[in-house]
């Protein structure tokens, strides 16, 4: 599993910004510190609070001088309907294709639901030179990352 002190694992895949564009991780350490929120699936209870409660306090990421990226393993275009419907002011990664999850080690099944392979709740925040200098891993979906804590994490990354 990825940590603090290793380098972030790069990816490129689909960015749901309102349009569906193309994001390379590499590309964007200018944007760094980069705070990557993984979650299991759009429009499940516990996502919807996660992803709002970043988008309410969007503005002291953005005093941390950071930029918020929700991720999931699903399609851009159903991201894009719950970016619209949850009102995210920040754009959403699309991990359909499972590569992200499998380079960051963070697959987990639901088997009574016949759901395989979506991401861990996590949260990890990457330096300017792709360093990863702060992760946090669920193995429990109903938990939700410690807000505050992200924060001061992006914080100290600036």
């Given amino acids: 599993m990825v940590t603090e002190g290793d380098s972030a694992p790069d990816f490129t895949a689909p960015l749901a910004n309102g349009d569906v564009d193309s994001f390379t991780l590499s590309e ?10 993984f979650f299991p699936g759009a429009f499940t209870s516990v996502c919807s609070h996660e992803m709002t409660a970043f988008r309410d306090r969007i503005e002291e990421v953005s005093e941390a001088g ?15 309907e ?23 080690d963070l697959a987990m099944d639901f ?10 709740r996590s949260v990890f925040v990457v330096n ?16 939700e990352p410690d807000y505050d804590e992200v924060i001061e994490a992006a914080t100290d990354a600036a």
């Fill in 28 to 37: 964007h350490l200018d944007e760094a510190p980069i705070v990557l929120a």
């Fill in 66 to 80: 950071a930029t918020l990226y929700g991720i999931s393993v699903d399609s851009p275009f159903a991201l894009n």
């Fill in 82 to 104: 719950f970016r619209d419907k949850l009102e995210l002011p920040f754009d959403l990664i699309s991990d359909a294709e499972k590569e992200i999850v499998e380079a960051y």
């Fill in 111 to 120: 088997d009574d639901l016949g759901v395989y392979d979506v991401a861990k």
């Fill in 128 to 143: 300017g030179d792709g360093e990863i200098t702060y992760a946090w891993v669920s193995d429990d979906p109903g938990v």
